[in-house]
């Protein structure tokens, strides 16, 4: 099965413009949400799907815009949480009128399945995409109307999803969970006459549009020749947004919610100052590069001095990517050998170091002993996120238990007892997490509105008691 934590967009122009070039700086500002495909979709058109990144295709982006010439476009960047690394999971998708991008994942699939004609099952080769799309497009068949089938999947779908739709009349839709799990934002862009749904408000920004709102939990948006028409196929939920896209996944560029994320992590990282105020440091270093703005956070709010320690090499292969959304340890690995410590700042000193999350702990580990070469005489590390300790069902990367670092086999530990183990694993001498109230008080919202499940181990939010699995079983390795 594939689930995914991805990108999304959807843009119709009504007065006629190729959106072609628009749809392919969108996916651009959005590669951060994905790393390995991205494909677009015109109406009746097979979709066009790429490995790698966007830019690794700009030699043929103008033979994209000339064949693939379209007022009316989705598209999708895919970094993947089940299911093999091929061009056959990537997206867009398309099932007999309708393509689809999807980001999110839906926590029932294989239950979902069986009510598509009783199709086999299995995580290797089956899409929770195709199969929820295959069970919508029948309902449509049935209703007459996107909504409308919509409110009946939502019934029998658990799980995170947003969905921009294309139908070969041209029409773009775009659909958001009634739980908000994942973003999804509206812009325009004036000048060719344009709305354009996105992820992130990223995408906007690198297209010139201005952002108008979020898309609503439980809202439908169709974009045609007849304007903008939005309902809302589901009501009066209770959100869950994804606390782990303000401290990691979001572009720091980004609103969500009302909240810039930059600011958001910047004030995360003056809470946790107040809940770690380590006084006897010589200077805070980021890990690069979303724990940049918090660690400047913590620098200004305690006083002590702010520095890039550790930069990356941007000219080596695998330097500019993200390494927790590469799909293999050996590629994480690979990207974190090129962090690379800056000497005459860190020899000698306590540093305090700030990053955004800890998952498996390949990443801190390996910069520990970086900081250690370097000289380092003390090393106090700080993490933005609470301690992971259990599997996403909502579309990030982490599917089973046994490889995250808190992970402790047939032992019953205490909170304390697990950091303490996770400290000596990586080699810190210091090791603080935040916590779920600190942190829900920095973005500036109420905790009960945030998603924690990873954290504590509830699943009421997705309606779910999952079967933990292995890594071989959830991703067909």
Known sequence: MVKENCGVV????????????????????????????WGIAIPNKQPLKKLGLVSASSSDFQKIADEYSSPSVIGHVRYSTIGKSNLENAQPLKIKDLCVAHNGTIANVQELSHLVGGCTFTPQKTSDTLVAVQKLV???????????????????????????????DN??????????????????????????IASESSALS??????????????????????????MFSENSKKAHCSFEY??????????????????????????AKKFPIKDADLVIPVPDS????????????????????LKD???????????????????????????????IIEGNHVIVVDDSLVRGTSSRAIIKALRRAGAKKISMLITYPPIRFPCYAGIDFPSMNELATFVDGSK??????????????????????????????????????CFTCSTGNYDSLGIKPEFRTREEMKGE
């Open 10 to 37: 959807g843009i119709f122009s009504y007065d006629g413009s190729s959106v072609i070039p628009m749809v392919i700086d969108a996916l651009r500002a959005l590669q951060h949400r994905g790393q390995e495909a």
């Open 138 to 168: 029948s309902l449509i068949a049935e209703t007459g109307n996107m909504g409308k089938a919509l409110s009946i999947l939502k019934n029998e779908m658990i799980g995170s999803y947003c969905f921009t739709f294309l139908s070969d």
């Open 171 to 196: 029409s773009v839709y775009a659909a958001r969970d009634p739980k908000g799990f994942r973003p999804l934002v509206l812009g325009y862009a004036k000048d060719n006459n344009s709305h354009i």
């Open 206 to 231: 690198a297209v010139g549009a201005k952002l108008e709102r979020d898309v609503k939990p439980g809202e439908l948006i169709k974009l045609s020749k007849n304007g903008l028409e939005t309902e």
């Open 247 to 272: 401290t990691y996944f979001a572009h720091p560029t980004s609103v969500i919610e009302g909240s810039n994320i930059y600011l958001a992590r910047k004030r995360i990282g003056k809470f946790m």
């Open 291 to 310: 724990a940049r703005p918090a660690a400047l956070g913590y620098a200004q709010e305690i006083g002590i001095p702010f520095d890039e320690g550790l």
């Open 314 to 344: 941007r000219y080596s292969r695998k330097g500019p990517l993200r390494s927790f959304i590469e799909p293999h340890q050996s590629d994480r690995i690979e990207i974190n050998r090129w962090i690379i410590p800056i000497r005459e």
């Open 413 to 450: 530990l205490s909170e304390e007892e697990i950091i303490e183990k996770v400290r000596s694993d990586i080699g810190a001498d210091f090791l603080g997490y935040n916590d779920a109230e600190n942190l829900a008080a920095a973005i500036g919202m109420p905790k009960d509105i945030l």
